[in-house]
């Protein structure tokens, strides 16, 4: 026997079974101990029952925290939430507002080069930006896309709930661009911005089942470590800087950034 | 080689007495203790969630046949290889194979602790290939030698101090006391491993079965990183790791965050579901899981103690733990620290090497209240104890609880006994706390009450007459 069908087989026996291992006539009642709280006797308090209706997520909305219903007030959530976890939320009315402020960022952060995903129209937001472009493709070096001074992708969505960005290998321009280099800038459209969690799972699942991209993640600021005593230090292996861009307002219909054109 | 048990109590005797590493401990886990109640406090509901959360984890458990097959289908179906071991021998044998078949030079790990469990560094290391974890605080303690003192935060116990000394010392960097200019001569260090790594291991928080995804929590990128730019990508998780559905990870992200750091969401929650696909930029070319068994099916057939199946690997528990808090992470001697580790370590390793983990314990139950999946912890320990004298009780204790159980049985007789006892006393004092007295187990290092004047007994008798 394979070792697949050993441990499936180990398995089935021991959910069939469902006898303590150690039941040398040593029953629970005789020493009682596994007594549970009344508070536990609920719904995780399960029976071995194969008929019991499953419950999944459904609902968990209620149990996390809690988000505002109306476009200002999830907004206002994720440049709250951004400011705690030192993401730099940015808002943008339309496209040109948008170039302007990707070249005071080049300004100020003095990029010497950035990356973006080739055949973007994140490109179009670009053209006031004289330095050199590395357009991301699969010939791409790593260590090229390591060198440029930030990488500059579309997303999925942003989550106003945890401030979190959505990005998968389609939006993001592959795995490594959002996450290689030291600054990364995130362009998003308002209507992109979803209020929480499971929103998001709902969209992920609407967009790509069952064909999702091999990778998907939930970027929740700049990276950061805190193992040398506690001390919050950004910047550990991933990005130092993390800033988001919110194009346009609440019922703008702006094209999203994160698909390259139809050719 | 002393036993585990001897070890662990020269181990923690020692640590209890170092007052420094005490302080320190404490330290870095009230900071921890603020951060996460006010963002369980964030929670409408924390402990409906703590509920449902638990409940998802026992249907993934008790369908989990079917589950892992669902799972293993979806994988193999977007290219990736599932490759299921029995125990850390298999999973070993695999992997090394696999190294050799991709002629790896360097392989870069993130933060697994399934690999820590089937030592896995030491045999890839043995084999010649260059291993380099890349969670900083995983790539400190390897620099030391030593495994990691937590299972979330693996250098909780060093200094900046210490850990200057060392890069110093391995890494030949400017001595400093800023945490950020260390962690910068990590990153620098790193950085070249990624770029030139042949394999890339990490491990993971939860396997979807429906999509057939791992979900990797991470705050550092580097489980990013590892898992983007080599062209091999090597996946180790225990069986117990499945979710049914990939929604239930809006519960279980936030959750695993909030009970295992204190933050809403940790920095980056991703999702692997195979290789680089043929339309994708980059990505490894080849992906395998390696599905980890290694006496979880044992825990799985305890029907008492089956619901440690549900554990996310969080060290809440740690992180509470009277006894964690004063011995530290390294007197267990274990994989898995801590009360979670004091439970499981009897079934993965034997009952009766192990069970005096259980021993160390103050039954307080701070762990069940904090555990985000609703383990019974602490009557865990209790079951351990149990099962440990039913299995193999010493005649010695089995004879002394007759005797306790004969006198106490007996209102006469321990009325009797108290009296001699008390009589006693005044002689155990000229002996108090030396190697001569009848109690030195328990005088060596606490004070033996003395006795009350007047006995529940006596007072009883004095209210009803």
Redesign the interface.
């Given at each position: 026997m394979?070792?697949?069908d050993?441990?499936?087989a180990?398995?089935?026996?021991?959910?069939r079974?469902?006898?303590?291992?150690?039941g040398?006539?040593?029953s629970?009642a005789e020493?009682d101990?596994?007594?549970?709280s009344p508070?536990?006797a609920?719904?995780?308090d399960?029976a071995?029952s194969?008929a019991e209706p499953?419950?999944?997520?459904t609902g968990?909305r209620?149990?996390?925290?809690?988000v505002p219903d109306d476009f200002a007030g999830q907004v206002a959530l994720f440049a709250e939430?951004s400011e705690s976890l030192k993401t730099e939320f940015l808002r943008c009315a339309d496209e040109a507002a948008a170039s302007a402020q990707l070249k005071l960022l080049a300004d100020r952060e003095g990029w010497e080069s950035i990356a973006l995903?080739?055949d973007s129209e994140i490109r179009t937001l670009l053209t006031d930006l004289s330095i050199p472009k590395l357009e991301?493709?699969?010939s791409?070096a790593?260590?090229d896309l390591?060198k440029v001074s930030a990488g500059i992708t579309g997303c999925d969505a942003l989550i106003a709930q945890?401030g979190?960005v959505l990005l998968t290998?389609?939006s993001g321009?592959?795995?490594?661009m959002s996450?290689?280099p030291v600054h990364h800038v995130v362009i998003a459209t308002s209507s992109q911005l979803l209020a929480?969690?499971?929103g998001?799972?709902?969209l992920?699942?609407q967009k790509y089942?069952?064909n999702?991209?091999?990778?998907?993640?939930?970027?929740?600021?700049?990276?950061?470590?805190?193992?040398?005593?506690?001390?919050l230090?950004l910047?550990?292996?991933?990005?130092r800087k993390l800033t988001v861009i919110l194009l346009g307002g609440e019922g703008t219909t702006s094209r999203a950034w994160n698909q390259p054109p139809v050719t | 080689m002393p036993s585990a048990s001897s070890q662990f109590n020269t181990d923690a005797t020692r640590m209890v007495a170092d007052l420094e590493h005490r302080q320190m401990v404490q330290q870095s886990l009230s900071g921890y203790q603020k951060t996460r109640s006010s963002n369980a406090n964030r929670f409408q509901d924390w402990e409906s969630a703590r509920s449902r959360a638990a409940t998802i984890k026992d249907e993934a458990i008790r369908h989990l046949d079917r589950y892992l097959v669902q799972f293993e289908e979806k994988l193999v179906a977007r290219g990736a290889k599932v490759f299921w071991a029995n125990d850390a021998t298999e999973a070993r044998a695999y992997i090394l194979d696999l190294a050799r078949a991709k002629q790896a030079k360097v392989i870069v790990k993130s933060k697994t602790m399934v690999s820590e469990e089937i030592h896995l560094n030491e045999a890839l290391e043995k084999a010649g290939f260059k291993v380099v974890e890349s969670d900083l605080g995983e790539f400190i303690v390897q620099l030391r030698h030593e495994p990691p003192y937590h299972i979330v935060f693996p250098a909780m116990h060093l200094t900046r101090g210490q850990i200057s000394d060392l890069f110093q010392q391995k890494l030949a960097a400017e001595p400093t006391s800023d945490p950020e200019a260390l962690t910068m001569t990590a990153r620098k260090a790193l950085r070249q491993e990624y770029i030139a790594a042949d394999i890339g291991i990490t491990g993971a928080n939860f396997a979807v079965a429906e999509t057939g995804m791992i979900s990797i929590t991470e705050n550092e990128g580097n489980a990013r990183l590892t898992s983007s730019l080599p062209k091999t990508h090597v996946v180790l998780l225990g069986i117990e790791k499945i979710v049914p559905r990939l929604a239930d990870l809006a519960l279980f992200l936030p959750m695993l965050a909030t009970a295992g750091t204190g933050q809403q969401l940790t920095c980056y929650n991703s999702l692997v579901g195979g290789p680089r696909s043929a339309e994708e930029i980059d990505g490894p070319e080849d992906m395998h899981v390696v599905l980890l068994d290694n006496s979880r099916t044992r825990l799985l057939a305890d029907a008492e103690q089956r619901d440690t199946l549900r554990c996310i690997r969080c060290g809440a528990c740690l992180n509470v733990c009277p006894i964690f808090r004063n011995v530290g992470g390294h007197a267990y001697g274990t994989t898995y620290q801590g009360p979670i580790g004091s439970v499981i370590t009897p079934h993965l390793r034997g009952l009766q090497s192990w069970q005096h983990l259980s021993q160390a314990s103050s039954l307080c139950g701070a762990c069940t209240e904090t555990c985000p999946v609703k383990i019974d912890l602490h009557h865990h320990l209790l079951q351990n104890r149990r099962n440990a004298v039913a299995e193999k009780g010493s005649p010695f204790q089995q004879l002394g609880f007759r005797a306790f159980a004969f006198v106490v049985n007996r209102p006469r007789l321990f009325g009797f006994a108290i009296r001699i006892m008390k009589f006693l006393a005044p002689l155990q004092r000229l002996f108090n706390a030396t190697p001569g007295d009848p109690v030195w187990p328990w005088t060596k290092s606490r004070e033996l009450p003395s006795f009350a004047r007047k006995s529940f007994r006596d007072l009883w008798k004095e209210r009803t007459s």
């Amino acid at each position: 026997m394979n070792a697949r069908d050993s441990i499936l087989a180990r398995i089935r026996e021991a959910l069939r079974g469902g006898s303590d291992s150690h039941g040398s006539g040593h029953s629970v009642a005789e020493a009682d101990l596994s007594h549970r709280s009344p508070a536990d006797a609920g719904e995780a308090d399960t029976a071995e029952s194969e008929a019991e209706p499953v419950v999944g997520s459904t609902g968990v909305r209620r149990f996390l925290p809690n988000v505002p219903d109306d476009f200002a007030g999830q907004v206002a959530l994720f440049a709250e939430r951004s400011e705690s976890l030192k993401t730099e939320f940015l808002r943008c009315a339309d496209e040109a507002a948008a170039s302007a402020q990707l070249k005071l960022l080049a300004d100020r952060e003095g990029w010497e080069s950035i990356a973006l995903p080739a055949d973007s129209e994140i490109r179009t937001l670009l053209t006031d930006l004289s330095i050199p472009k590395l357009e991301v493709s699969r010939s791409t070096a790593k260590t090229d896309l390591e060198k440029v001074s930030a990488g500059i992708t579309g997303c999925d969505a942003l989550i106003a709930q945890t401030g979190s960005v959505l990005l998968t290998a389609k939006s993001g321009g592959g795995r490594a661009m959002s996450v290689l280099p030291v600054h990364h800038v995130v362009i998003a459209t308002s209507s992109q911005l979803l209020a929480d969690l499971p929103g998001a799972f709902e969209l992920m699942e609407q967009k790509y089942a069952p064909n999702f991209p091999s990778f998907m993640t939930f970027i929740t600021g700049p990276s950061r470590t805190g193992d040398i005593e506690r001390v919050l230090v950004l910047g550990a292996h991933g990005p130092r800087k993390l800033t988001v861009i919110l194009l346009g307002g609440e019922g703008t219909t702006s094209r999203a950034w994160n698909q390259p054109p139809v050719t | 080689m002393p036993s585990a048990s001897s070890q662990f109590n020269t181990d923690a005797t020692r640590m209890v007495a170092d007052l420094e590493h005490r302080q320190m401990v404490q330290q870095s886990l009230s900071g921890y203790q603020k951060t996460r109640s006010s963002n369980a406090n964030r929670f409408q509901d924390w402990e409906s969630a703590r509920s449902r959360a638990a409940t998802i984890k026992d249907e993934a458990i008790r369908h989990l046949d079917r589950y892992l097959v669902q799972f293993e289908e979806k994988l193999v179906a977007r290219g990736a290889k599932v490759f299921w071991a029995n125990d850390a021998t298999e999973a070993r044998a695999y992997i090394l194979d696999l190294a050799r078949a991709k002629q790896a030079k360097v392989i870069v790990k993130s933060k697994t602790m399934v690999s820590e469990e089937i030592h896995l560094n030491e045999a890839l290391e043995k084999a010649g290939f260059k291993v380099v974890e890349s969670d900083l605080g995983e790539f400190i303690v390897q620099l030391r030698h030593e495994p990691p003192y937590h299972i979330v935060f693996p250098a909780m116990h060093l200094t900046r101090g210490q850990i200057s000394d060392l890069f110093q010392q391995k890494l030949a960097a400017e001595p400093t006391s800023d945490p950020e200019a260390l962690t910068m001569t990590a990153r620098k260090a790193l950085r070249q491993e990624y770029i030139a790594a042949d394999i890339g291991i990490t491990g993971a928080n939860f396997a979807v079965a429906e999509t057939g995804m791992i979900s990797i929590t991470e705050n550092e990128g580097n489980a990013r990183l590892t898992s983007s730019l080599p062209k091999t990508h090597v996946v180790l998780l225990g069986i117990e790791k499945i979710v049914p559905r990939l929604a239930d990870l809006a519960l279980f992200l936030p959750m695993l965050a909030t009970a295992g750091t204190g933050q809403q969401l940790t920095c980056y929650n991703s999702l692997v579901g195979g290789p680089r696909s043929a339309e994708e930029i980059d990505g490894p070319e080849d992906m395998h899981v390696v599905l980890l068994d290694n006496s979880r099916t044992r825990l799985l057939a305890d029907a008492e103690q089956r619901d440690t199946l549900r554990c996310i690997r969080c060290g809440a528990c740690l992180n509470v733990c009277p006894i964690f808090r004063n011995v530290g992470g390294h007197a267990y001697g274990t994989t898995y620290q801590g009360p979670i580790g004091s439970v499981i370590t009897p079934h993965l390793r034997g009952l009766q090497s192990w069970q005096h983990l259980s021993q160390a314990s103050s039954l307080c139950g701070a762990c069940t209240e904090t555990c985000p999946v609703k383990i019974d912890l602490h009557h865990h320990l209790l079951q351990n104890r149990r099962n440990a004298v039913a299995e193999k009780g010493s005649p010695f204790q089995q004879l002394g609880f007759r005797a306790f159980a004969f006198v106490v049985n007996r209102p006469r007789l321990f009325g009797f006994a108290i009296r001699i006892m008390k009589f006693l006393a005044p002689l155990q004092r000229l002996f108090n706390a030396t190697p001569g007295d009848p109690v030195w187990p328990w005088t060596k290092s606490r004070e033996l009450p003395s006795f009350a004047r007047k006995s529940f007994r006596d007072l009883w008798k004095e209210r009803t007459s």
